[in-house]
């Protein structure tokens, strides 16, 4: 059996950069002897039980987003998540006495002050995007008071937008930083041709392109394909559909024990891993294949 890594696969910069800053705030307090206060994630860090259930037990603990739950922080540390929040929590949280430790991805920071800057000038935000995805409610969250925000999942939801009577004369598109780029391209073309004034940020992240790129290129040189990810992961479940359409046999799995018996018949097994797993959890995978 040959095990072929696809060329881009696993932590992303900003979801690295979380996991690190959460990593320091605990070896900080350690340091300290745990005069420092408890260390908290805002909401699950990132979205990996395995990298999750490792922080879980050196110490970090998960705090609900819900402000209502902000009692007994004072001098803890609350890490906010590479998806960021909105600034109604993070005052909560510094009005609750803890230490507010930002690491929200500087890409959703991005959209963020886009978010601000156009919606201060007038216009309406259109993003692209799971409603219910914590990226998209920090971001929306930054619009000025008074703007209208709407959310567009796909082109029929776009479609849909555009066919209402109170259709803007100038709105400005951004993407969720894990959208399906091929999505987005359909949703822009919809609301291109309705909204004259439409300004278009492709917001979407890099990483995100670039694991789909490899995975195409992956898909040729082999029988099956594993996609290794938190499966309430965006980003890893997107890899996944478009596994299924490029070849045989895919399949998510979260770590090695959950590896099919059918693709060890396989002759070559192609790996691939969403922007929230890490190169332990991979290197598992690939380990468990060989042997």
Request: proline share 3%; net charge negative; hydrophobic share 40%.
């Amino acid at each position: 059996m040959e095990v072929i890594r696809a060329s881009v696969m696993g932590f992303c910069m900003g979801v690295r950069r979380a996991v690190e800053k959460a990593e320091q705030a605990l070896a900080d307090c350690r340091s300290s002897g745990g005069g420092e206060g408890r260390v908290c994630s805002l909401g699950p860090l990132i979205h990996n039980p395995t990298v999750l259930a490792d922080l879980e037990r050196r110490g970090l603990s998960v705090l609900s987003p819900d402000a209502a739950s902000f009692g007994g922080l004072e001098g803890a540390s609350v890490v906010i998540r590479a998806h960021g929040t909105t600034p109604q929590v993070t005052a909560a949280l510094e009005q609750a006495g803890a230490r507010v430790i930002d690491a929200t991805c500087p890409k959703v920071h991005l959209s963020q002050k886009r978010v601000r800057e156009w919606s201060g000038k007038g216009y309406d935000i259109v993003i692209a995007g799971d409603r219910n995805h914590g990226e998209v409610t920090s971001v929306s969250s930054f619009a000025c008071a008074g703007s209208r925000v709407s959310v567009v999942q796909d082109e029929g939801e776009a479609e849909g937008l555009v066919a209402g009577e109170s259709l803007p004369d100038k709105a400005v598109l951004i993407a969720q930083t894990t959208f399906s780029p091929s999505e987005f391209a359909r949703i822009s073309g919809v609301l291109r041709e309705k909204i004259p004034g439409l300004v278009v940020f492709d917001s979407i992240c890099s990483a995100t392109m670039e694991r789909q790129d490899a995975l195409v290129e992956l898909a040729s040189k082999v029988d099956g394909i594993i996609v290794i990810g938190g499966k309430s992961s965006a980003n890893t479940r997107r890899l996944y559909e478009r596994a299924k359409s490029l070849v045989p046999l895919a399949d998510l799995i979260e770590d090695a024990s959950m590896i099919r018996r059918d693709f060890f018949s396989l002759s070559r097994i192609g790996i691939t891993a969403g922007a929230s797993t890490p190169e332990a959890v991979i290197r598992g995978v690939e380990e468990a294949l060989r042997a």
